[in-house]
C-alpha cells in the first residue's frame, strides 16, 4: 500500500468505527452515565484519577489536563491527575515491589469513596491498570474503564465499561479520546455552566 492509499485507509477506517460508536445508542447513553458519575464525583467533593500505560498513559494525562485545566472555556480547575505523574515515585515502586503495583499501591493511599478511577487499556488485560481497578473497588471508588472490543480482565472488574468495538490499537486509542473529550466537555458544562 502506498503512503496516499494508507493514509485514505485509516482515515476510512477511523470514519467507520465512530460511526458504528454513533449508531450504537448503547455506546452513547454509556458515555452520559460516565459523565454523570464523574459529575456526581465533583458534587460529592470527590476527586477523579486516570491510569494506563504507553500511549494509554498519553492519553489518560492528556484527559486529566483537561479537567483540571480547561476544557472550553475559563472556569475553577477540578481535581483531575494521572497515576504516572510522578516519575520518582513509579520507579521506586517498580523497583522496589514490581511495575504490576505502580497504580494499585497509589490508589491505596490516595483513593476515597467519592473518588473516580478512569482506566484505559486496549486490550484491557494490562496488569497494573488491572490491580488498580481492584484496589479502587476495594476503596469504595467508581471505576471506569477505556478497553478495546473485548473489554479483556476488565470487562468482569470495572462498575462501567466502554469497550471501542475493535481490536486495531490506534483506532481504539482514538475513539478513546473523543469519548473522554466528550465526558470533559459534558462535565465542564454541567459543573460550571455559562
Known sequence: MDQLATVRHNLQNSINLKQRL?????????VSEISDVVV?????GGKVFFCGNGGSAADAQHLAAELSGRYYYDR??????ALHVNTSYITAVANDYSYDEIYARWITAIGQKNDV?????????????????EQANRNGMKTVGFTGKTGGKMGSICDLLLA???????????????????VCEIVEARIFPR
Not at 22 to 30: G, R, S, W, Y
Request: glycine share 4%; with cysteine; aromatic share 4%.
Open 76 to 81: 475553577p480547575p477540578l481535581f483531575a491527575e
Open 117 to 133: 478511577l478512569i482506566a484505559l487499556s486496549t486490550s484491557g488485560n494490562s496488569t497494573n491498570v488491572v490491580r488498580a481497578i
Open 22 to 30: 454513533l449508531d450504537d445508542e448503547t455506546v452513547v447513553a454509556l
Open 164 to 182: 471501542i468495538p475493535d481490536t486495531d490499537t490506534p483506532r481504539i486509542q482514538e475513539c478513546h479520546m473523543l469519548m473522554g473529550h466528550t
Open 40 to 44: 456526581e464525583c465533583y458534587r460529592n
